[in-house]
Structure formats: C-alpha cells, structure tokens
C-alpha cells in the first residue's frame, strides 16, 4: 500500500508558482532568441556549441515542441532551430565556422523563405536589388508577367 502524496506536491505554493513562471519565462525567451541567426552564431562562436551540459540544455528545451508549450512562441521557427541544434551536429559546426552563413541565412528569412521558380530567397532578393538598381524594370516586367 502506497502514502498518498504530500498535499503540498498537489497544491504549490505561492512561492513555488511564482518561481515555475520565471522559469518557464525565461526558457520560452531564450527559446525565441533561437530564432535569430545572428544568435546562433553568436553562440557558437563563445563555444556553447561544444559544451555537453550547454547540448543537454537545448534537448531539454525541446518540450516546447509540445503544443501545450509552442502556443507561447511568437516566432515558431525557433523550434526548427532549437530541432538542428540537438541533433546534427554539421549545423553547430556551420554556425561556428562559416561567419557569413547568419547573415546569408537572415536574408533568406527576411524574404520568408520562399521559393520563386526554383531560386532560392538570396537569389530573389539579388535580382530584386539589381532591379531597385536599374530603375524597377525587372520588377514591374515580372510582376506583369505573374
């Protein structure tokens, strides 16, 4: 025959509320940050990449992938983010080695990641830039065309 468990498990206190939403708090805010690359990059260029109870902490996290939690993200694609960091780890060693690859990376985002006709969002965005260049041409002819 077990005890029933203590009534205090069952009801926290104040004190033990208040201390759950700090934390729950400031892993959802560390959680969104992931999905800056230029965060990233940063982080992997302090080493965190590299650190085993850093990588413990980040499979942690992943709870947030959970509905329950993920409803709290503003920015869902940290959790694409949070998913490449726990587990390859050739995207922690891109984040470290390639400094451009955030700023290329932010871009892409910047133009919502979409796909035009097989061209990637950097490529989009460069013929875009040519456009602005050359009077806006090339975007109004596109934009005819579409």
């Known amino acids: 025959m077990t005890s029933p468990a203590p009534a205090q498990a069952a009801h926290p206190t104040d004190q ?3 201390a759950n939403k700090i ?3 400031t892993e959802l805010e560390f959680v969104s940050c992931l999905a800056n690359p230029f965060y ?21 996290l992943l709870y947030f992938r959970q509905p329950t939690y993920s409803r709290f993200l503003q920015y869902p694609q940290s959790l694409h983010h949070l998913t490449l960091l726990t587990s390859s780890s050739s ?7 390639q400094p451009l ?3 290329e990376w932010a871009g892409k985002m910047g133009e919502g990641g979409k796909k035009e006709d097989g061209a990637g969002a950097g490529e989009a965005a460069a013929a875009g830039g040519a456009a602005e260049r050359n009077g806006g ?7 005819a065309a579409s």
Not at 40 to 60: C, I, K, M, R, V
Not at 91 to 97: D, I, P, Q, V
């Open 137 to 143: 041409d090339e975007t109004k002819q596109a934009a």
């Open 101 to 103: 690859l955030a700023q």
């Open 16 to 18: 033990q509320r208040l």
């Open 23 to 25: 934390r729950f708090e």
């Open 40 to 60: 990233l990059q940063s982080l992997a260029q302090q080493g965190l990449f590299d650190s085993e109870p850093f990588l413990n902490y980040l499979t942690y």
């Open 91 to 97: 995207f922690r060693k891109a984040m470290k080695e």
